[in-house]
């Protein structure tokens, strides 16, 4: 209960902060009662999904094992985004979706093309930067990253999972996480705090190593959105970028361990 208040107050200031700065005053409410609830349940989605886990961060044991859980409670992070995104919606008087998700469909196949190669561009550098930072790391302190080469329960769960629940994941996940931290957050709050946000949601992986990558991964998507004012090529990206670490990259990587 205590960390759960903590979490409440962390983002009770932040979205104090956003509002203050007059960044969330892009929908114009029906009514102030609408506003108060619609910041309201920001703070408590924000509370649950970000501030939460990297509360809980410091006590993380990536090498701890997790109870069996049902398939579909690995969707109900991203239940809370989409029932968050949706009531804001109709709070706001249900303005049209594709003017609130920001997405475009007047040239589908040049939005799928680039998020394809967004996709594999972010890839690219989150590894690069993720072996830039390590190395790094080691060089001047030794040993500093000694769980690095730990893979986190949570991880290897997934892994572990058929290929087509583990597709089910990958869609999911670049859908809605891309509609709320792009859509929703970086138009309200810029590129950097959107990516500060995403990589807080992400911090039960546990490893520090594997969250420079979260965050590196998050501005490149964010740095296509800015370009193109359109979610289609992150929610494509997004994707991608999970389908070669799912299909490929980490199965390789639990299967030699």
Do not use: K
Request: aromatic share 8%; net charge neutral.
């Amino acid at each position: 209960m205590t960390s759960f208040l903590a979490a409440l107050l962390l983002s009770g200031v932040a979205v104090l902060a956003l509002v203050s700065s007059r960044r969330l005053a892009i929908e114009v409410f029906p009514s102030a009662s609408r506003r108060a609830l619609a910041l309201a349940l920001l703070t408590l989605t924000l509370a649950v999904a970000c501030a939460g886990p990297l509360l809980e961060y410091s006590d993380t044991d990536p090498n701890m094992e997790i109870p069996d859980l049902p398939f579909g409670a690995l969707f109900l992070g991203h239940g809370l985004l989409s029932a968050f995104l949706f009531l804001w919606w109709l709070l706001a008087g249900r303005p049209p979706i594709r003017q609130y998700l920001h997405l475009r469909l007047d040239d589908l196949r040049d939005g799928l093309r680039l998020g394809a190669a967004a996709g594999a561009a972010g890839w690219a550098v989150t590894m690069t930067m993720m072996a830039i930072v390590g190395t790094v790391a080691v060089t001047v302190e030794p040993g500093s990253l000694p769980d690095d080469g730990a893979i986190p329960s949570t991880v290897r769960t997934i892994v572990e999972l058929a290929w087509y629940e583990r597709l089910l994941l990958v869609l999911s996940a670049g859908i809605v996480e891309e509609a709320f931290f792009r859509s929703f957050l970086q138009t309200r709050g810029g590129l950097v705090l959107s990516s500060v946000l995403f990589t807080m949601s992400h911090m039960s992986y546990g490893l520090p190593l594997m969250l420079v990558g979260v965050f590196a991964v998050s501005v490149v998507f964010g740095l296509v959105f800015r370009a193109r004012r359109d979610v289609l090529p992150c929610m494509v990206a997004h994707s991608v970028f999970d389908a070669i670490q799912l299909f490929l990259i980490l199965p390789a990587v639990v299967a030699g361990r």
